[in-house]
């Protein structure tokens, strides 16, 4: 049936989210870093020490990465989400870890099978 709910594209639950860029410090391998050899945009990383970088804003309080773009629990996405470090590309919507950020935010835990 036309305009029936059920024939509605479902939105993935990380678009409307984001609270794990908003919960979590994201620390990666420099090997990462645009200016050496890897995706991510030099501009929105911190080197911690000589094989470790940060992401910009994960280690202040509150926590928000500097790519994060909208508001968490309504609309947000990654505005580097190709070029995202490995923390994120391995970060499970509706994993333990994915509870407590939403947990943090205010937010239920996602359904089973939603994600």
Same mark, same amino acid.
């Given at each position: ?19 794990? +860029?908003?919960?979590? =410090? ?5 090997? !990462?870093? !645009?200016?050496?050899?890897? =995706? ?41 989400? !190709? ?5 994120? =590309?391995?970060? !499970?919507?509706?994993?333990? *870890? +994915? ?8 937010? *239920? ?7």
């Amino acid at each position: 049936m036309s305009g029936d709910s059920a024939d509605a594209p479902s939105i993935h639950p990380c678009l409307t989210c984001g609270a794990c +860029c908003a919960s979590f =410090r994201v620390d990666f391998a420099v090997y !990462e870093m !645009e200016d050496m050899g890897g =995706r991510v945009p030099a501009g929105l990383a911190v080197e911690v020490n000589g094989s470790t970088c940060r992401m910009r804003g994960t280690d202040h309080v509150p926590i928000r990465c500097a790519a994060l773009t909208g508001t968490v629990g309504v609309k947000a996405a990654c505005g580097i989400y !190709e070029w995202r470090p490995s923390p994120c =590309r391995e970060f !499970e919507a509706g994993s333990h *870890a +994915c509870g407590i950020a939403r947990a943090r935010h205010g937010m *239920a835990p996602l359904p089973d099978g939603v994600y």
